[in-house]
């Protein structure tokens, strides 16, 4: 038995008002230099610039704020003291900002 194949390519909008109007208007919009392009992000890189753009209000409200810690740390980076427990981190942050019963023993 021999069967004989032939293949005929046939556009898919053809004869279709719609769809070849649409057809029309795509290939305009391809060939023009006026058609702005869009800008595409990823859920990434719109995540990395949130944390930019919080990072740098963050370091900015910390500057414009006058006091003893800010004296002493001008950055918002954290102090990192490995192998210390929360409980000497917190007794060396009290020494760094003169915050101790020591500088308080007036007000008893």
Not at 6 to 22: F, S
Not at 33 to 53: A, F, I, R, S
Request: net charge positive; with cysteine.
């Amino acid at each position: 038995m021999e069967i004989d194949i032939c293949y005929v390519w046939v556009p898919g909008h053809c004869g279709i008002h719609g769809n070849e109007k649409a057809d029309l208007e795509a290939s305009k919009a391809a060939s023009s230099q006026d058609t702005p392009l869009l800008n595409v992000y990823t859920y990434e890189d719109k995540k990395k610039q949130t944390k930019q753009v919080l990072y740098h209000e963050w370091l900015k409200m910390w500057t414009n704020q006058n006091t003893k810690l800010t004296q002493i740390k001008n950055n918002i980076q954290t102090w990192n003291n490995p192998g210390l427990k929360r409980k000497e981190e917190t007794i060396l942050n009290r020494l760094r900002i003169g915050h101790t019963f020591i500088t308080h023993r007036h007000l008893i």
